[in-house]
């Protein structure tokens, strides 16, 4: 069983829509979560930064992370074409064997449509 | 923008040569990470290193080496390419302290084809 685990898509979405992203986790000892955005023949850039559970927002868009269920959420609201890339979620543990290391979902294809 | 730097962008190349992809940054980080992306598939740790003369090895097995001499390089080396080899290849830096102490800064990538 992968340690993340995120639903490829692909998705797509007309402009305007509102965008629900998923992952699963099954180590119990991560406590950082991030979402991270890659376009294109482009590395992936940081997007959202969250510890523990709770919600997290930043313009137009929120983070949420449930530990109970082992479940992290992105949801992006108003969404704009260039919204359009690869999402992916990524966790981290601060000890064990996941120490110093981030576990990347598979990442889910968005594209916004106009 | 995140100073990390990769190259080359692309490159193809036949079998069995000496490959050396380059990786550097600008931001003093002392933790540097490798890791190999195929396309719809996440993203796989090969190899990593805490600082200078440290080097680990990820949790994809693969045949690169890497080495760490200098804090901001931090190049991945494939002695005999091979076409399993054909990926991407992403390089990664944090800071390794503070609030976001594990925050990753990606750069941009080498597309690597073996033909």
């Known amino acids: 069983q992968k340690e993340v685990e995120q639903d490829p898509g692909p998705l797509s979405v007309p402009e305007g829509a509102i965008v629900s992203l998923n992952c699963t986790y099954s180590n119990s000892a991560f406590q950082y979560f991030m979402w991270y955005r890659q376009y294109s023949r482009k590395g992936p850039e940081l997007l959202m930064y969250t510890y523990s559970s709770g919600n997290k927002e930043d313009g137009r868009f929120t983070a949420q992370v449930d530990k109970s269920s082992k479940y992290i959420s992105l949801f992006i609201r108003d969404s704009q074409p260039s919204d359009s890339a690869t999402y992916l979620c990524?966790?981290?543990?601060?000890?064990?064997?996941?120490?110093?290391?981030?576990?990347f979902g598979q990442g889910t294809i968005l594209t916004v449509h106009p | 923008e995140a100073d990390i730097y990769q190259t080359p962008r692309y490159l193809v190349i036949g079998t069995g040569k000496k490959i050396t992809l380059e990786c550097s940054q600008t931001?003093?980080?002392?933790?540097m990470y490798w890791y190999q992306q195929d396309p719809g598939m996440e993203l796989h740790l090969i190899h990593y290193s805490y600082g200078v003369n440290s080097t680990e090895k990820g949790d994809l097995s693969s045949e690169s080496t890497v080495s760490r001499i200098r804090t901001e390089h931090f190049p991945l080396t494939l002695e005999s390419a091979r076409p399993s080899h054909t990926s991407q290849y992403l390089c990664?830096?944090?800071?390794?302290?503070?609030?976001?102490?594990?925050?990753?800064?990606f750069g941009p990538g080498t597309r690597l084809t073996v033909l």
């Open positions: 990664a830096s944090s800071a390794g302290q503070g609030i976001r102490f594990n925050e990753q800064f």
């Open positions: 990524a966790a981290f543990g601060a000890g064990g064997t996941s120490y110093g290391k981030l576990t």
């Open positions: 931001m003093g980080h002392d933790k």
